[in-house]
Nanobody, 119 residues
Framework: QVQLVESGGGSVRPGGSLRLSCAAS????????VRWYRQSPGKEREFVAR????????LYTQSVKGRFTMSRDSAKNMVYLQMNNLKPEDTAVYLC????????????WGRGTQVTVSA
């Protein structure tokens, strides 16, 4: 059974930092396209960052460039999202997604971790 479990969320003041983790079981994240998304109440799910299965070259949405850093630890089968200089508009549930077309569509999601940025 495949599971993605996010952790590391919390409440911080503007300018603060958090490091989110996504732990996988049942799949090897190094062979998947892995993405972070976020969702706020009343808003559509928003892409945040992604790393492909063949490269650690990371793509970020414009609003987080220079503040967020996504990384992968293949030995631990985990991905991370280091978030610095957090802003109130970063408040959301952050979700980890692993996606692959190898052997057919595989699309796995975690339940998310809440990030709240407020003064």
């Amino acid at each position: 059974q495949v599971q993605l479990v996010e952790s590391g969320g919390g409440s911080v003041r503007p300018g603060g930092s958090l490091r989110l983790s996504c732990a996988a079981s049942g799949i090897s994240l190094s062979t998947y396209f892995v993405r972070w998304y976020r969702q706020s109440p009343g808003k559509e799910r928003e892409f945040v960052a992604r790393v492909t299965e063949t490269s650690d070259n990371v793509l970020y949405t414009q609003s987080v460039k220079g503040r967020f850093t996504m990384s992968r630890d293949s030995a631990k089968n985990m991905v991370y999202l280091q978030m610095n200089n957090l802003k109130p508009e970063d408040t959301a549930v952050y979700l980890c997604n692993a996606w692959s077309l190898v052997g057919g569509l595989q699309d796995y999601w975690g339940r998310g971790t809440q990030v709240t940025v407020s003064a």
